[in-house]
């Protein structure tokens, strides 16, 4: 079983930066690919960034060149650095750890962007 806990999330104006991280409780860290995915009021769950276990990376095209996705595998640590944030991009952001047909999910945190 792996423990996943977000934290970094709050209330950003328009423009601003939020990091959100997340620790996880897994002994091999580095072999699950991880992901940040977000759900909207009313709105499905979706994928926002993904990183595998070499460090390759992909992301929704909503967010491709304001968000970075990244991994600390020595602090069993995945992080999203989100820049020029806009209100469309409030949601829940949930982490997530994958291997093979294994899925772990974080409790999530909230991220607010508004004036």
């Known amino acids: 079983q792996v423990q996943l806990v977000e934290s970094g999330g709050g209330l950003v104006q328009p423009g601003g930066s939020l990091r959100l991280s997340c620790a996880a409780s897994?002994?091999?860290?580095?072999?699950?690919?991880l992901g940040w995915y977000r759900q909207a009021p009313g709105k499905q769950r979706e994928l926002v960034a993904i990183i595998d276990s070499a460090g390759r990376t992909n992301y929704a095209d909503s967010v491709k060149g304001r968000f970075t996705i990244s991994r600390d595998n020595a602090k069993n640590t995945v992080y999203l650095q989100m820049n020029s944030l806009k209100p469309e991009d409030t949601a829940i952001y949930y982490c997530?750890?994958?291997?093979?047909?294994?899925?772990?999910w974080g409790q999530g945190t909230q991220v607010t962007v508004s004036s």
């Open positions: 897994a002994r091999i860290f580095s072999i699950y690919v």
């Open positions: 997530n750890a994958a291997f093979r047909a294994t899925n772990y």
